[in-house]
């Protein structure tokens, strides 16, 4: 059998590491994760050990609920679950989606739709990058110019929406800005396409992805490319872009509301624990509450010059853990179920020893990925082939290139 164990990534996973409520915190304690991922801490470093009282009100004065911590290098805390528990209970009720919000099937394959795609993410990037230019010099906003983006990248999501989204996962340091917004509104139309929204909501809805950070042409560069965490002064500066964007896009007229509800609520959270206005549950707007999900999604599957990119399927347990109190866990459940919980260009190692990259969606769940296997770490060789995990009968030894 080629049924799928694990994601690679998240084989090397120290068993030491363990979850505690921010209540549990006490001098002592090292702070592995802070687990708010896109949300401010007030430590200008991710791990940390905890020696006052003071830096424990700082993280409850921040309305961090949770943190992850390391018992080698600090306390311990009684009973908490490890990372691997936690991990494992939140793979099994992402398993436990419905099957009826299986992804939908591409009309073109995927190794057709790369190479369209490719061609595509290179003009599409050159014209995202001048369309925010000429912002940056105090132009106009160029909306059919932004409207034709969108319209080419729907036309590549519709065939397939996995090879225009994979390809922009791969960023470069001063190109970020640019792929991530081209990425967040590939991410957008394919979902609000799984959703089943119009067509003028769909437009609307990657117009607003494209968008969503207009207003960072406005956040000082130094703070921008910043290789590190923000100082205080610094993330607040930062959350600015918000409020700079929602005036671009409004100055600029002949544009929905319903894209500048992305630019305005990208980073608002349920809890209220957002910004910039701490908008909670449903005042925050249902687009604003799906772009929140595909911009964590993509930054933290994105590399950085101060982190490495987590693997997909860790990303989507991440988001699922978070949609306890930060993100509508109905729209997480239905991403995930869009995406499929073994995304396209996950790195996962099968029980048969097969490590591999998936390439396509099963045709019989959720569980079930077309994974294009390399490398045998039972025979240790290289072995190229592409193995359907559901239909283990039925594989097909891979070409290989003369």
């Not at 592995?32 to 050990?49: A, E, I, S, T």
């Not at 090879?163 to 917004?181: G, M, N, P, V, W």
């Not at 991403?335 to 591999?356: D, E």
Request: proline content about 4%; hydrophobic content about 35%.
């Amino acid at each position: 059998m080629h049924t799928i164990v694990t994601p690679y990534s998240a084989i090397w996973v120290c068993s030491m590491i363990k979850k505690i409520k921010v209540e549990q915190l006490k001098p002592g304690i090292f702070v592995h994760d802070f687990n708010c991922g896109w949300l401010h801490h007030p430590f200008l470093r991710n791990r940390v050990k905890i020696t006052t009282d003071e830096e424990i009100e700082k993280v409850l004065h921040h309305q961090i609920r949770e943190v992850y911590i390391d018992t080698d290098k600090g306390l311990d805390v009684d009973d908490a679950p490890t990372k691997p528990e936690v991990d494992q209970e939140i793979q099994t009720e992402i398993t436990k989606i419905d099957e009826p919000e299986m992804p939908d099937r591409a009309r073109v394959a995927l190794r057709e739709e790369i190479v369209t795609a490719k061609k595509l993410l290179d003009e599409v990037k050159k014209s995202t990058q001048l369309l925010m230019d000429d912002v940056k010099l105090g132009k106009q906003l160029d909306m059919r110019q932004a409207e034709t983006i969108v319209e080419k990248m729907t036309e590549s999501v519709l065939n397939n929406s996995a090879a225009l989204t994979s390809l922009a996962r791969i960023k470069s340091k001063d190109e970020y800005t640019y792929l991530h917004c081209i990425a967040v509104s590939a991410l957008c139309i394919s979902f609000g396409e799984h959703l089943r929204l119009d067509d003028r909501k769909i437009k609307a809805l990657g117009i607003g992805g494209l968008l969503h950070d207009i207003g960072k042409v406005r956040i000082p560069i130094e703070i921008l490319n910043k290789p590190g965490p923000l100082s205080e002064k610094e993330f607040e500066i930062m959350k600015q872009h918000v409020m700079h964007g929602d005036c671009i896009l409004r100055q600029t007229g002949n544009i929905e509301e319903d894209s500048i509800c992305v630019t305005a609520h990208h980073h608002e959270r349920l809890d209220g624990t957002g910004y910039p206005e701490r908008l909670k549950g449903d005042e925050i707007s249902p687009f604003g509450q799906m772009a929140a999900i595909v911009d964590i999604y993509d930054a933290l599957t994105s590399e950085r010059c101060y982190k490495n990119p987590m693997a997909p399927t860790d990303a989507l347990r991440k988001l699922f853990e978070w949609s306890d109190n930060y993100l509508n866990r109905d729209l997480v459940e239905r991403f995930i179920a869009h995406l499929g919980i073994y995304p396209v260009g996950s790195v996962v190692r099968l029980q048969s020893g097969f490590i591999g990259v998936v390439v396509d969606h099963g045709e019989k769940g959720l569980l079930y990925p077309v994974v294009r296997a390399l490398y045998n770490t039972r025979k240790k060789r290289w072995f190229p082939r592409l193995i359907s995990t559901w239909r283990s009968g039925e594989r097909k030894k891979m070409p290989t290139r003369s």
